[in-house]
């Protein structure tokens, strides 16, 4: 995708304040802004249930802006008993149709 230079911004700046007027030009861009805001997070949202779907993972990951460091935990004692976990349920997802419950 080509960049805008300098110009070409001053271009679009003039043209929007033109075609919206003083008053209304901040209100356009913060619509603009939150438009920008909800398509990335729909783009994360998507992506990271398409990443679950195609590995196989039972809980995908939230993406993460860097990788926090993991820190090593000491080894359990053994006189402590750790019952096996079992993973949360899963919240319904958009993309995947209910189960069916029980007819009636």
């Known amino acids: 995708m080509p960049s805008l230079g300098p110009a070409e ?4 700046i003039l043209v929007a304040l033109l ?3 003083p008053h209304r030009l901040p209100e356009v861009a913060r619509q603009v802004g939150k438009g920008v805001r909800e398509l990335r997070k729909l783009q994360e949202t998507v992506r990271s249930e398409l990443d679950g779907v ?5 809980e995908p990951e939230p993406p993460t802006a860097e990788a926090a460091p993991e820190t090593a ?14 993973p949360a349920p899963r919240a319904p997802s ?4 209910p189960t069916p419950g029980p007819t009636v």
């Open 9 to 12: 911004i001053l271009v679009v």
């Open 19 to 21: 075609v919206f007027g």
């Open 54 to 58: 195609l590995h196989g993972d039972d």
């Open 73 to 86: 935990s000491p080894p359990p004692s053994s006189a402590v008993s750790i019952p096996p976990t079992r």
């Open 94 to 97: 958009r993309f995947r149709p």
